[in-house]
């Protein structure tokens, strides 16, 4: 692609850096600049409609042009356009969303500390950790359990605590203090013949052995996303999380929930943890909290937690901790007006009866010679893309296949992400049937064209099949 210097792309080109962005490749070939957003979907600057099948990153929760949110941001504007909570300072916005979001969260969890981002919510998490157990006279006590195929974020700890290898490659990832354990996927991990209860077993027998060797009293936490997202859509066994969370509490390990992607209705129930049975000691939310629409994170702690802190930055003389925009005035009316919407259309009940027919559909492509697994949950799935089914052989990475269907879905007007192994699906929870029909018909023939590119090139063998739409 060849574009004008004063183009928007060529504009482009010359002065943004992207994320998760190849950007020698960028050079050439430019962006997509998204103009519009109606709905489910949104336009390019030529006027192509795609189906936003990622709601954005998994958090355009109620589509890109719902009107109660713009005129929540309009009228917080002309009242109070910023300030901050800094110093004992507070604003309407702010409280009333905490309030909001207190009557809504798992029981136990009592105070609410607000940031602009997924990566800052879990990263102040870590923090706060470490803060209380210095409070209450556990200065070992201090290192994280997260888990491979973990994503909690990109700032230096979050993306510590991630556990994907991209995040660390010459970029000095992980800093010290993070512990690493097993990601709780059957098909990816389970060993010949292992059932899911005994690869469970397993799971939970190497955890309580890590903290073991490890010593108890020098770990602090363990943080787990609901169902992992950019690490591949795995959904745990539903037992997992109850054994897991038995062993944390015999060694006195807090649970640190991340339902950055999970919270708000996006795995049939208002959080992650209600899904998988966890009783979080500190939760953290962002995307949907607001449905993206503007920058806002929340790390929610246990009232325990609360007033151990409370009581040492009163000994210490402050909580020396915080970001400009954390509870921004704008940002929390649009997050206030969001969970008005969710209750008032009842968007949880919704989820539940589209959801299944999500991974009806999804599981339709289960027979794809490309696809060695389907999985998701209410409206967040995924398929696992092989190059032979019977062994589970992975494509290469540096092939490319998943980059391939990822823009023949583009090409077909529908929005998806590809990992190298899987193709992502999470679009807004307001989508309806025909439009996850819509979806999945353009992932279906994204696939047979990953498949056909996949035999031109030797890496699989046969004739595209077809697949079920």
Same mark, same amino acid.
């Given at each position: 692609?060849?574009?004008?210097?004063?183009?928007?792309?060529?504009?482009?080109?010359? #002065?943004?850096?992207?994320?998760?962005?190849?950007?020698?490749?960028?050079?050439?070939?430019?962006?997509?600049?998204? &103009?519009?957003?109606?709905?489910?979907?949104?336009?390019?600057?030529?006027?192509?409609?795609?189906?936003?099948?990622?709601? +954005?990153? $998994?958090?355009? #929760?109620?589509?890109?042009?719902?009107?109660?949110?713009?005129?929540? &941001?309009?009228?917080?504007?002309?009242?109070?356009?910023?300030?901050?909570?800094?110093?004992?300072? #507070?604003?309407?916005?702010?409280?009333?969303?905490?309030?909001?979001?207190? %009557?809504?969260?798992?029981?136990?969890?009592? %105070?609410?500390?607000?940031?602009?981002?997924?990566?800052?919510?879990?990263?102040?998490?870590? !923090?706060?950790? $470490?803060?209380?157990?210095?409070?209450?006279?556990?200065?070992?006590? !201090? !290192?994280?359990? #997260?888990?491979? @195929?973990?994503?909690?974020?990109?700032?230096?700890? &979050? +993306?510590?605590?991630?556990?994907?290898?991209?995040?660390?490659?010459?970029?000095?990832?992980?800093?010290?203090?993070?512990?690493?354990?097993?990601?709780?996927?059957?098909?990816?991990?389970?060993?010949?013949?292992?059932?899911?209860?005994?690869?469970?077993?397993?799971?939970?027998?190497?955890?309580?052995?890590?903290?073991?060797?490890?010593?108890?009293?020098?770990?602090?936490?363990?943080?787990?996303?609901?169902?992992?997202?950019? +690490?591949?859509?795995?959904?745990?066994?539903?037992?997992?999380?109850?054994?897991?969370?038995?062993?944390?509490?015999?060694?006195?390990?807090?649970?640190?929930?991340?339902?950055?992607?999970?919270?708000?209705?996006?795995?049939g129930k208002m959080f992650g943890c209600e899904t998988f049975g966890i009783e979080p000691d500190i939760m953290t939310v962002a995307k949907a909290l607001s449905s993206a629409y503007l920058p806002i994170s929340a790390t929610i702690i246990s009232d325990e937690i609360a007033d151990a802190i409370s009581r040492h930055s009163g000994k210490l003389g402050n909580f020396a901790h915080g970001f400009t925009y954390a509870g921004h005035p704008v940002s929390a009316a649009v997050a206030v007006e969001?969970?008005?919407?969710?209750?008032?259309?009842?968007?949880?009940?919704?989820?539940?009866?589209?959801?299944?027919?999500?991974?009806?559909?999804?599981?339709?492509?289960?027979?794809?010679?490309?696809?060695?697994?389907?999985?998701?949950?209410?409206?967040?799935?995924?398929?696992?893309?092989?190059?032979? !089914?019977?062994?589970?052989?992975?494509?290469?990475?540096?092939?490319?296949?998943?980059?391939?269907?990822?823009?023949?879905?583009?090409?077909?007007?529908?929005?998806? @992400?590809?990992?190298?192994?899987?193709?992502?699906?999470?679009?807004?929870?307001?989508?309806?049937?025909?439009?996850?029909?819509?979806?999945?018909?353009?992932?279906?023939?994204?696939?047979?064209?990953?498949?056909?590119?996949?035999?031109? @090139?030797?890496?699989? +063998?046969?004739?595209?099949?077809?697949?079920?739409?």
């Open positions: 692609m060849t574009s004008h210097p004063n183009s928007l792309a060529g504009r482009d080109i010359a #002065s943004v850096i992207h994320p998760y962005t190849n950007l020698e490749q960028h050079k050439i070939v430019g962006p997509t600049v998204i &103009a519009k957003g109606e709905g489910v979907y949104v336009y390019d600057d030529s006027g192509k409609r795609y189906l936003e099948g990622m709601a +954005g990153l $998994w958090s355009t #929760s109620l589509g890109f042009s719902e009107k109660r949110l713009v005129e929540a &941001a309009m009228r917080q504007m002309e009242k109070l356009p910023t300030y901050h909570i800094f110093n004992g300072r #507070s604003t309407e916005p702010t409280i009333e969303l905490a309030e909001a979001l207190l %009557k809504i969260v798992p029981k136990g969890l009592g %105070k609410v500390l607000f940031a602009n981002s997924g990566s800052e919510a879990n990263d102040q998490a870590a !923090k706060i950790v $470490w803060y209380y157990n210095n409070a209450i006279g556990r200065p070992r006590k !201090k !290192k994280i359990i #997260s888990r491979v @195929r973990a994503y909690h974020g990109i700032t230096v700890f &979050a +993306g510590s605590m991630t556990g994907l290898q991209p995040n660390h490659t010459d970029f000095d990832l992980p800093v010290g203090g993070v512990l690493r354990t097993d990601c709780p996927s059957h098909y990816l991990y389970g060993l010949p013949g292992e059932s899911e209860q005994a690869f469970v077993d397993r799971l939970v027998g190497n955890l309580e052995q890590l903290i073991i060797r490890e010593g108890p009293d020098t770990i602090a936490a363990f943080i787990a996303e609901p169902v992992n997202g950019a +690490g591949g859509v795995i959904v745990p066994p539903l037992d997992y999380f109850p054994r897991v969370q038995e062993v944390l509490r015999r060694y006195d390990i807090l649970f640190i929930a991340d339902e950055v992607i999970c919270g708000f209705g996006r795995t969001t969970l008005k919407i969710y209750a008032e259309r009842d968007i949880v009940g919704e989820v539940g009866k589209v959801g299944p027919y999500l991974q009806q559909k999804l599981q339709g492509l289960a027979d794809h010679p490309l696809v060695g697994e389907t999985r998701g949950v209410g409206l967040i799935g995924a398929v696992h893309i092989v190059a032979d !089914k019977a062994n589970r052989t992975p494509l290469p990475p540096a092939a490319g296949i998943g980059a391939l269907i990822q823009q023949r879905a583009m090409d077909r007007g529908v929005v998806l @992400r590809a990992a190298p192994d899987a193709i992502f699906i999470c679009p807004p929870l307001i989508i309806t049937k025909p439009q996850i029909d819509e979806l999945v018909g353009a992932l279906s023939g994204a696939l047979d064209d990953g498949y056909q590119e996949a035999v031109r @090139r030797g890496l699989v +063998g046969g004739a595209v099949q077809g697949a079920a739409s």
